[in-house]
């Protein structure tokens, strides 16, 4: 049986996290039991935050992910530089931060609210205690984080090989117009 967050508590649970923008798509919950997300949630407060509040600052060290309950958050990369890019944009039900989560280091980009944004924080220290007594739940949460970065890294793959073909147009018309112009 799929639960889905639910004015403001888990169905038969008291767990302060509102309902998501899109129910359907909470990727981290996929195919968890209703026992299985009372026990992830549990212990977890959603926090809100407003417009410009920074959630994740490149370069810093986490140890943790966020869960998008509702609003959009912008993640950009070399923020207040010439080269500063927008690299994303996630709302609700979408998590933030999973590759630092996994991987550890530096964080590659900062979060940043656009509007009012309600989110969950989830540690590793929370993480490793829920996935510590549960070895399915454990399962079930690695297969989904894995989908979540795979599907963000064919994204990311998809983005880079169009930005690359249109380079390569540009560059093309640029040699044909010098060509044309005798330069």
Do not use: Y
Not at 102 to 128: C, Q, W, Y
Not at 135 to 147: E, S, T, V
């Amino acid at each position: 049986m799929t639960v889905w967050l639910h004015k403001g508590c888990w169905h038969g649970q008291e767990v302060s996290v509102p309902k998501p923008q899109d129910e359907n798509r909470v990727d981290l919950i996929l195919g968890l039991t209703e026992k299985q997300i009372v026990a992830l949630m549990d212990g977890l407060a959603s926090r809100m935050v407003h417009d410009g509040t920074v959630l994740i600052s490149e370069g810093d060290f986490g140890d943790s992910m966020l869960l998008v309950i509702e609003g959009v958050v912008q993640v950009v990369a070399r923020v207040g530089t010439p080269a500063q890019v927008l690299v994303a944009r996630r709302s609700g039900g979408q998590m933030i931060g999973e590759v630092n989560f996994v991987a550890g280091g530096p964080r590659s980009a900062s979060v940043i609210a656009e509007g009012d944004v309600l989110f969950v924080e989830f540690t590793k220290a929370h993480m490793n205690a829920v996935m510590g007594a549960d070895p399915d739940l454990a399962r079930k949460l690695a297969w989904n984080l894995a989908r979540i970065m795979a599907e963000r890294l064919r994204n990311t793959t998809t983005q880079f090989w169009d930005a690359q073909s249109t380079h390569d147009l540009t560059v093309l018309a640029f040699r044909r117009l010098q060509a044309a112009t005798g330069r």
